[in-house]
C-alpha cells in the first residue's frame, strides 16, 4: 500500500515535471510563437504551459491504474482529435493563428510521408512522428495520431475484434509504395499543388470510408492496421524503441487477449509465441484484459512495474505536448 501510495504521487509529479521541461524550451525559443494563447496575448503561453503540465500529471495519475487505462486512453485521444480539428476548421474559416505556419496542410497521414516526398522540403512531421516513434514505438498509433482515435471509436462498436484476412499486410505494403511513388511521379512531372492536394483528399475521404465500414463491421483498427501507410512506419520503425510486450510462459492461452486487442496483433500463433506481431501499437488493452496478469511490459532491464509506468509517463507527457503544439 505504501508503495501504491508513493507511484500515486510520484508519477503526476514527474509527468507534469517532464511536459514542463519539454514546452519551456519551446515557449523560450520558438517564433513566431507555437503555444496558442502565447499568440494572442505575450506572456499567457506560461500558464497554457502550466495548465497543460497539470494536466498531464492528472491524466497520468488516472492512467497508472490499469483498470483504468484503456478508458482514458480513448478519452484522451479523442480529446486530442477534436482540439486538432477544430484547430483546423477555425483556421480555414481565415483565423491563421489557429494554424502552425498560417499555410493550409491536409490533415491526412499519408501526407506525413507523402508531403515531404512531394515538395522535397518541410521535414517537421516527419521528425516529430520519428522522435515520438523512437521514444514509445508505434504508440503513435494508438495514443497520438489525429485519425487514429476515429477508427478506434468505430472499431468499439463492436465489443470484441474479429480476425484479419491474411492478405492485410501485402495490401498496406503496397498501398505505402503506392503513396511514396506516387508523390515522387508527381515530384518529377512538376505535377501543380492543385493535384497533388486532389489526390490527397480523395486517399483520406478513402481512408473515412475505411473506418466507417469496414473497421465498424470488423471491431478492429481497419484503417491504421491495413490503409495507412504511417501505421507501418510507425510498426517497422517502432521496434527501434526498447518498448516491448511479452506474454508469460504460464498463460493459459484462454484468448481473452486475442478478442481485446484491435490492432491484429494477437492471433493464436502469436500467443502460443507469448509475444504479440509487428502491429502492435503498445496500446495496452492486452494486459489489462489477462485475468492472471501474465501480459507484461518490458523495458530495458527495469520490472515489468516499472517498465510500464515509465511508458504511461512518457506517452501522456508526448500526449500533453501534442494538445499544446500540434496543428496545422
Same mark, same amino acid.
Request: aromatic letters at 10%; proline letters at 5%.
Given at each position: 500500500?505504501? =508503495?501504491?501510495?508513493q507511484?500515486?504521487? !510520484?508519477?503526476?509529479?514527474?509527468?507534469?515535471?517532464?511536459?514542463?521541461?519539454?514546452?519551456?524550451?519551446?515557449? +523560450?525559443?520558438?517564433?513566431?510563437?507555437?503555444?496558442?494563447?502565447?499568440?494572442?496575448?505575450?506572456? +499567457?503561453?506560461?500558464?497554457?504551459? @502550466?495548465l @497543460?503540465? $497539470?494536466y498531464?500529471?492528472?491524466?497520468?495519475?488516472k492512467?497508472i491504474?490499469?483498470?483504468? !487505462?484503456?478508458?482514458?486512453?480513448?478519452?484522451?485521444?479523442?480529446?486530442?482529435?477534436? $482540439?486538432?480539428?477544430?484547430?483546423?476548421?477555425?483556421?480555414?474559416?481565415?483565423?491563421?493563428?489557429?494554424?502552425?505556419?498560417?499555410?493550409l496542410? @491536409?490533415?491526412?497521414?499519408?501526407?506525413?510521408?507523402?508531403?515531404?516526398?512531394?515538395?522535397?522540403?518541410r521535414?517537421?512531421?516527419? =521528425?516529430?512522428?520519428?522522435?515520438t516513434?523512437?521514444l514509445?514505438?508505434?504508440?503513435w %498509433?494508438?495514443?497520438?495520431?489525429?485519425?487514429?482515435?476515429?477508427?478506434?471509436?468505430?472499431?468499439?462498436?463492436?465489443?470484441?475484434?474479429?480476425p484479419?484476412?491474411?492478405?492485410?499486410?501485402?495490401?498496406?505494403?503496397?498501398?505505402?509504395?503506392?503513396?511514396?511513388?506516387?508523390?515522387?511521379?508527381?515530384?518529377?512531372?512538376?505535377?501543380?499543388?492543385?493535384?497533388?492536394?486532389?489526390?490527397?483528399?480523395?486517399?483520406?475521404?478513402?481512408?473515412?470510408?475505411?473506418?466507417?465500414?469496414?473497421?465498424?463491421?470488423?471491431?478492429?483498427?481497419?484503417? %491504421?492496421?491495413?490503409?495507412?501507410?504511417?501505421?507501418?512506419?510507425?510498426?517497422?520503425?517502432?521496434?527501434?524503441?526498447?518498448?516491448?510486450?511479452? =506474454?508469460?510462459?504460464?498463460?493459459?492461452e484462454?484468448?481473452?487477449?486475442?478478442?481485446?486487442?484491435?490492432?491484429d496483433?494477437?492471433?493464436?500463433?502469436?500467443?502460443?509465441?507469448?509475444?504479440?506481431?509487428?502491429?502492435?501499437?503498445?496500446?495496452?488493452?492486452?494486459?489489462?484484459?489477462?485475468?492472471?496478469?501474465?501480459i507484461?511490459?518490458?523495458f530495458?532491464?527495469?520490472?515489468?512495474?516499472q517498465?510500464?509506468?515509465?511508458?504511461?509517463? @512518457?506517452?501522456?507527457?508526448?500526449?500533453?505536448?501534442?494538445?499544446?503544439?500540434?496543428?496545422?
Amino acid at each position: 500500500m505504501l =508503495i501504491s501510495n508513493q507511484k500515486n504521487r !510520484t508519477v503526476p509529479f514527474f509527468a507534469g515535471l517532464l511536459t514542463a521541461g519539454l514546452l519551456i524550451p519551446i515557449q +523560450l525559443k520558438v517564433q513566431p510563437p507555437i503555444l496558442l494563447a502565447e499568440r494572442f496575448v505575450p506572456g +499567457l503561453g506560461w500558464i497554457e504551459l @502550466l495548465l @497543460l503540465s $497539470v494536466y498531464a500529471g492528472f491524466i497520468a495519475g488516472k492512467m497508472i491504474d490499469p483498470s483504468k !487505462t484503456h478508458k482514458w486512453r480513448i478519452q484522451i485521444w479523442v480529446l486530442f482529435s477534436v $482540439v486538432f480539428f477544430s484547430q483546423f476548421i477555425i483556421g480555414l474559416a481565415g483565423f491563421e493563428k489557429f494554424m502552425m505556419t498560417g499555410k493550409l496542410h @491536409l490533415p491526412i497521414p499519408a501526407m506525413i510521408v507523402a508531403g515531404p516526398v512531394y515538395r522535397g522540403a518541410r521535414f517537421f512531421m516527419p =521528425i516529430l512522428f520519428g522522435s515520438t516513434v523512437l521514444l514509445t514505438g508505434a504508440a503513435w %498509433c494508438s495514443y497520438l495520431c489525429y485519425i487514429g482515435s476515429w477508427d478506434a471509436v468505430a472499431a468499439e462498436r463492436m465489443k470484441k475484434s474479429q480476425p484479419m484476412p491474411r492478405w492485410r499486410q501485402p495490401v498496406r505494403i503496397g498501398i505505402l509504395a503506392a503513396v511514396v511513388g506516387t508523390a515522387k511521379i508527381l515530384r518529377a512531372i512538376g505535377a501543380p499543388s492543385a493535384l497533388a492536394t486532389g489526390l490527397g483528399i480523395s486517399f483520406g475521404v478513402a481512408g473515412v470510408g475505411v473506418i466507417l465500414f469496414w473497421s465498424r463491421k470488423k471491431g478492429a483498427m481497419t484503417h %491504421c492496421v491495413t490503409y495507412c501507410p504511417i501505421g507501418i512506419l510507425a510498426n517497422w520503425f517502432g521496434k527501434l524503441s526498447p518498448f516491448r510486450i511479452r =506474454i508469460k510462459d504460464a498463460c493459459t492461452e484462454c484468448q481473452l487477449c486475442r478478442l481485446a486487442c484491435r490492432y491484429d496483433a494477437l492471433n493464436e500463433d502469436d500467443i502460443s509465441k507469448r509475444r504479440p506481431k509487428g502491429t502492435c501499437t503498445l496500446c495496452g488493452d492486452c494486459v489489462t484484459s489477462c485475468k492472471d496478469n501474465l501480459i507484461e511490459y518490458h523495458f530495458l532491464g527495469l520490472k515489468p512495474d516499472q517498465s510500464r509506468t515509465t511508458f504511461v509517463v @512518457l506517452v501522456v507527457v508526448l500526449h500533453a505536448v501534442f494538445l499544446g503544439v500540434a496543428r496545422i
